[in-house]
């Protein structure tokens, strides 16, 4: 994440919270993030220098006004007018971050080699929660490269109780021995 991004995504962050509006503000700005995120010619639009910058602000008028809260449309509109369009997903991830850490929220990415659903989800989930004493978002990723186990990671570290971990681990161990 940039530091345009963590400015940002910081200030928009405080202004929806002072407001009440953070929970509602995350909602949509994730929405509008992923859809930045699945069409990289839109950003592309957006930046492009070319395009007199009161026809890129009309473009998010047309595409947001009235679907997101005109904090987050103003926003937008920063972000084109300064040319950093680019920086939507970064300032995402930083307001999500703030927002979590306010609302003791801490988000998990479970990587395993199936699906992890109902009752040994719930159970990850329930100790995640006892352990960190933290609510918790919890995402699910399928790897089936790590063959049995689970990695998780969760604030900045990871966690890896995966089968291809121990193997990696014995292998370096053996590579390391004199036969």
């Keep these: 994440m940039t530091d345009t991004a ?8 405080e202004l929806a919270r002072d407001e009440g509006l953070d ?9 509008c ?12 639009l957006l930046s492009t220098p070319s ?4 026809e890129r602000r009309q473009v998010l008028d047309n595409c947001f006004g009235g679907r997101v809260h005109r904090y987050l449309l103003n926003f937008m509109k920063i972000l084109v007018d300064r040319g ?13 971050e703030r927002y979590n850490e ?9 990587v395993t080699a199936m ?6 989800r719930d ?5 995640l929660r006892e352990t960190f004493k933290k609510k918790i978002e919890l995402t699910v990723t399928v790897d089936p490269s790590v063959l049995g186990g689970v990695r998780l990671e969760l604030a900045g570290r990871r966690y890896d109780g995966t089968v291809k971990n121990k193997l990696d681990e014995i292998r370096r161990i053996l590579s390391g021995t004199v036969l």
């Design 6 to 13: 963590r400015t940002y995504g910081g200030a928009l962050y």
């Design 51 to 54: 395009i007199p910058k009161e």
């Design 115 to 120: 699906p992890l659903e109902g009752e040994l």
């Design 84 to 96: 950093s369009a680019g920086e939507l997903a970064g300032c995402e991830r930083a307001y999500r």
């Design 33 to 44: 993030a992923g859809l930045f995120r699945q069409e990289p010619r839109f950003v592309r």
């Design 123 to 127: 159970k990850l989930e329930a100790k």
């Design 102 to 110: 306010d609302n003791g929220i801490l988000a998990v990415t479970a």
């Design 23 to 31: 929970a509602q503000i995350l909602s949509e700005l994730q929405m």
